[in-house]
Nanobody, 121 residues
């Protein structure tokens, strides 16, 4: 069974940094795009950043220049380095991976359980 496990959330003051990690485990044949979404209180879940298996990246405008997404394909892990954090970055951050399980027959989306990031002013 495939699982995505996130770590690295927490409480930080405005201007500080955090690094999130998300490791995919289980019987996996291939992983495509890996992404970080976030959901602030009272708002819908929205894409923050994504990265292809080849390393191409895409960011939502509000995090450009502050967040960096990266991945280690050998470890099936994606990272999100968050610098110069702002109170409006406060949200639950979710990892998402589009992957092909070894015992499956199609590409499917998988989600992590979420990790809380709180930025105080």
């Amino acid at each position: 069974q495939v699982q995505l496990v996130e770590s690295g959330g927490g409480l930080v003051q405005a201007g500080g940094s955090l690094r999130l990690s998300c490791a995919a485990s289980g019987s996996i044949f291939s992983i495509g795009v890996m992404s970080w979404y976030r959901q602030a209180p009272g708002k819908q879940r929205a894409l923050a950043a994504r990265i292809t298996s080849g390393g191409s990246t895409d960011y939502t405008d509000s995090v450009k220049g502050r967040f960096t997404i990266s991945r280690d394909n050998a470890k099936n892990t994606v990272y999100l380095q968050m610098n110069n954090l702002r109170p409006e970055d406060t949200a639950v951050y979710y990892c998402n991976a589009n992957l092909f399980p070894r015992n499956g027959d199609a590409w499917s989306n998988y989600w992590g359980q979420g990790t809380q990031v709180t930025v105080s002013s």
